[in-house]
């Protein structure tokens, strides 16, 4: 009990460092909030539990926490985006720019399922010189029912302009490709050790 204060005073340390500091992750990883919604094997009666203690039921089975796992246990950094802050991201020197935070690369996980306007958004990003590496594949369809042929017709044109991007890179090997556009990773956390850049 004597050394509990010790405790609290070196907590209270790095709270203070790690609020007087800013994030400095170099990867975005797109959360794929489609594919989740749309699968049925992970829920519980048609509720979507995305509870943050048990992502082994709900994150981990999905290509996103498969890569999310990979990406952290090889050092790399990285912060999610949704689609609602993809639709705010600018772009600053070919890496995008999210309320003040820039990031070198945005990683889209395999997925089935993505908005017409991501993809429209994507495009726009990649066009102006932003790196972006779609891990085994790009997304396969839209999303929802609503004028759906046409929207579908758009989504796959706006896939065909990407592909012929040269800064637009479908892989096999995501650690490799990141590594390719200098993206660095911490080595320490191959020793087992945890960090936040």
Not at 116 to 144: E, H, M, R, Y
Not at 172 to 177: A, H, Q, S, T, V
Request: contains cysteine; hydrophobic residues 35%; proline residues 4%.
């Amino acid at each position: 009990h004597k050394e509990f204060h010790l405790l609290n005073e070196y907590i209270t340390n790095c709270q203070r460092i790690l609020h007087r500091s800013t994030p400095d992750n170099d990867v975005l990883v797109y959360f794929p909030i489609h594919d989740i919604w749309a699968d049925t094997l992970y829920t519980a009666d048609g509720i979507h539990m995305l509870n943050v203690h048990r992502p082994d039921k709900w994150l981990f089975p999905f290509p996103l926490g498969k890569i999310a796992t990979e990406l952290k246990e090889d050092g790399f950094t990285f912060d999610y985006v949704s689609d609602a802050f993809l639709e705010k991201a600018n772009v600053k020197n070919q890496m995008i720019s999210i309320s003040n935070h820039t990031y070198k690369t945005l990683v889209v996980p395999e997925c089935s399922y993505m908005p017409g306007a991501t993809i429209k958004q994507l495009l726009k990003l990649a066009q102006k010189g932003v790196t972006i590496i779609f891990d085994k594949g790009l997304p396969k369809s839209t999303t929802g029912y609503s004028g759906y042929q046409q929207a579908s017709q758009a989504f796959e044109k706006d896939k065909q302009q990407l592909i012929r991007l040269q800064n637009c890179i479908i892989t096999d090997n995501l650690k490799e490709e990141l590594k390719k556009n200098k993206i660095q990773n911490e080595t320490i956390a191959g020793q087992g050790l945890s960090f936040i850049r």
